[in-house]
């Protein structure tokens, strides 16, 4: 991420976004169930509201310095904060009631590594679990905010193929403005 992204994140303003707009209508229809998989928590904005709502809490972070100091933050709590790579989970297969990822999509560095990560949260979903993610969408603006950071955009329009060559079922891909939501289902058969 670039200084701004990082600056932005850690804001009260941003926690505040998170938890009065983004997450209820990212969990509006769908249920966390009991073993939740953040991936890309970076401070901890969506950590902290989402730590609230689950009974166990796994956040996952590809930046060394986050996930230390988010470990440091929430440890003793039902959170566990974890370095690593959304698209090389260090998880079981059907470990998670659900997954969810705001914002962390766009910065997996190439569409073969988000591709690598649907496969893989594919795989870490039990059957019947739902992955959620919150996205914006392509633009000047997004691209502007992206100088010196990665910005590889996820397509609100093919997203719900993709997903479901990778075995989701039921995707449901919402927008708002310049921002969208994506719902998908791991099946119960697969
Ligand atoms: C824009 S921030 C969003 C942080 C947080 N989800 C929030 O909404 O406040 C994107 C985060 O994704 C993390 N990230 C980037 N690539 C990742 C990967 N391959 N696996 C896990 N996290 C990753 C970044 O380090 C960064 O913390």
Request: with cysteine; hydrophobic share 40%.
């Amino acid at each position: 991420m670039n200084a701004f992204e990082n600056w932005f994140c850690g804001t009260s303003f941003w926690h505040r976004v998170t938890e009065r707009t983004i997450l209820p209508w990212m969990l509006n229809g769908y249920s966390l169930g009991d073993s939740v998989l953040e991936l890309g928590a970076g401070p901890g904005a969506t950590t902290e509201e989402l730590r609230k709502r689950a009974k166990r809490l796994t956040s996952l972070e590809y930046d060394h310095n986050f996930a230390a100091k988010l470990g440091a933050r929430f440890s003793n709590t039902n959170a566990n904060v974890l370095q690593g790579d959304a698209a090389a989970l260090p998880f079981p297969d059907d470990s998670f009631s659900s997954v969810i990822a705001v914002l962390v999509l766009h910065h997996l560095k190439s569409p073969e590594r988000q591709e690598r990560a649907f496969a893989e949260i594919h795989r870490v979903l039990k059957p019947g679990g739902v992955f959620l993610a919150f996205e914006i969408k392509d633009g000047w603006l997004q691209r502007f905010g992206h100088i010196k950071s990665v910005f590889v955009p996820i397509s609100p329009s093919s997203i719900s193929d993709q997903l479901t060559s990778f075995g989701f079922s039921e995707v449901a891909v919402e927008s708002k403005g310049s921002s969208f939501r994506v719902c998908a289902l791991r099946s119960r058969e697969n």
